[in-house]
């Protein structure tokens, strides 16, 4: 297994450019999430999926979407980078409650 | 909405010292409480979790969680840390009736351990 993994593991991207941030959990998890982590902020939800077919927001939903494109894969998208994204972001997944969350390595964004 | 905080944002050790983080949340009902570690350079990984029984949690590598809800907290000790401790710590906490399973997390604790 696997477990969860993330690409790209860096990314440098300028103002405006888009990019998608991919995940995909190889544990048949039902529920994936993804955060972003900021000094002193902890992690912050951005967007969750409890079940294939389903996304709801977090906490910090703004400037992001995202695609639950099967049981195994969970996709970030940022369509116009602002600095302000700049963090290291995590994907997360769970099998079914009540348990812990598996995460994955992190991507570390960069926006100029 | 919940909230967790852990008011020690930076901790500095001797190895051999003993080590207590803080962590309280702000919800009312039932939660499932977790602490996460990482280490310099990788992703988070789960050091213990409460989700019902007894109050006192131990975890890997000699943590050990103490939760007590009158005080709304879930602090972490380790009676004698290590040089490889030196990491962030995360409190999380997850409502128990969350159906989508979200946790809430601390704003971290980064422990350095003197060696």
């Known amino acids: 297994n696997a477990g969860v993994t993330q690409t790209p593991k860096f990314q440098v991207l300028k103002t405006g450019q888009s990019m998608t941030l991919q995940c995909a959990q190889d544990m048949n998890h039902n529920s994936m999430y993804w955060y972003r982590q900021d000094p002193g902020m902890g992690l912050r939800l951005i967007y969750y999926s409890a079940s294939e077919g389903t996304t709801d927001k977090g906490e910090v939903p703004n400037g992001y979407n995202v695609s639950r494109l099967n049981k195994r894969e969970f996709s970030l998208r940022l369509e116009s980078a602002a600095p302000s994204q700049t963090s290291v972001y995590f994907c997360?997944?769970?099998?079914?409650?009540?348990?812990?969350?598996?995460f994955g390595p992190g991507t570390r964004l960069l926006v100029l | 909405a919940q909230s967790v905080s852990q008011h020690n944002h930076h901790v500095i050790l001797s190895e051999a010292a003993s080590l207590e983080l803080g962590c309280n949340y702000s919800?009312?009902?039932?939660?499932?409480l977790f602490w996460y570690v990482q280490y310099p350079g990788q992703h988070l990984q789960l050091l213990l979790k409460y989700f019902s029984g007894d109050p006192l949690v131990k975890g890997i590598k000699g943590f050990e969680a103490e939760f007590i809800k009158s005080k709304f907290s879930f602090n972490l000790r380790k009676p004698s840390v290590q040089w490889s401790d030196t990491a962030e710590y995360f409190c999380?906490?997850?409502?128990?009736?969350?159906?989508?399973?979200?946790?809430?997390f601390g704003g971290g604790t980064r422990l350095m351990v003197k060696p």
């Open positions: 999380a906490v997850n409502p128990a009736n969350n159906a989508g399973n979200m946790l809430t």
């Open positions: 919800y009312g009902g039932t939660v499932n």
């Open positions: 997360a997944s769970i099998p079914r409650y009540p348990n812990t969350q598996y």
